[in-house]
């Protein structure tokens, strides 16, 4: 099969104005056409509106104090529904909207970065047709909020130039990305992160500790302390 010409061209405006309309034509007019559905959703939603409704950022659902959970969901979703006025699918759908395209321009800029503008493209392109993300990108749950906070700090590792240490903004974006990721879904952005790192030193047969000072590892703990 041959290759279309706009994507072979190295127009990167070109590629990231296709990847977000067809991403905005496909989940941004459609999400809100249904109610919400499920626990998930259900869940999520009353949490962000009791949030409201007590006018304090602790979250509590069915007088349940849910303070052991990541907050930062419940505060974008509870955002979401004071913007929107009123109970309603498509305002909080549209934040998992929003963040499944950052992960798809994260993952488009790292296969562009690091093959060609065409396996950016198609890597963008396929990551946006799999059943899983076409599912959870315009649905009120963390798992875009999390998709993409993780896709942004592993874009910032592994796009660096070989051998170079981190800036500090880049230091910066890799280690908050991984906070802003642990308070979405807790345990799971580190772990997820230093398994990434520990393939990726694998893979590129670099010394661990030379890859921890490249990080800036100690940005990231100040970071966290102060979060």
């Known amino acids: 099969m041959k290759t279309p010409q706009f994507i072979k061209n190295d127009n990167v405006v070109l590629h990231l104005l ?7 034509a496909v989940w941004g007019l459609t999400c809100g056409l249904w ?37 930062l969901v419940f505060w974008l ?10 109970v309603s699918s498509l305002a909080p759908r549209l934040g998992s909207v929003f963040f499944a395209c950052v992960t798809l321009i994260c993952t488009y800029y790292c296969g562009r970065r690091l093959i060609s503008p065409k396996a ?25 909020v999390f998709a993409a906070l993780i896709t942004i700090s592993i874009t910032a590792i592994i796009t660096r130039k070989p051998h170079e240490r981190a800036g500090i903004v880049r230091a910066v974006v890799i280690w908050l990305s991984l906070i802003l990721a642990f308070l979405s879904m807790g345990l799971m ?3 997820m992160i230093i398994l990434f790192i520990v393939l990726f030193l694998l893979v590129q047969g670099k010394q661990l500790a030379n890859e921890v000072k490249a990080l800036r590892l100690v940005i990231g703990i100040l970071a966290g302390v102060v979060i």
Do not use: H, W
């Open 77 to 86: 979703f509870a955002l979401a529904l004071k913007f929107a006025g009123a």
């Open 18 to 24: 296709m990847l977000i309309l067809a991403a905005a």
């Open 120 to 144: 950016g493209f198609y890597s963008a392109f396929i990551l946006a047709t799999c059943p899983v993300f076409m599912t959870a990108a315009a649905k009120v749950a963390p798992n875009m």
């Open 35 to 71: 109610s919400l559905s499920g626990l998930t959703e259900g869940y999520y939603i009353s949490v962000a509106k009791e949030m409201l409704a007590n006018g304090k950022s602790d979250f509590r659902s069915q007088s349940q104090t849910l303070g052991q959970q990541p907050p």
């Open 189 to 191: 952005a580190p772990i």
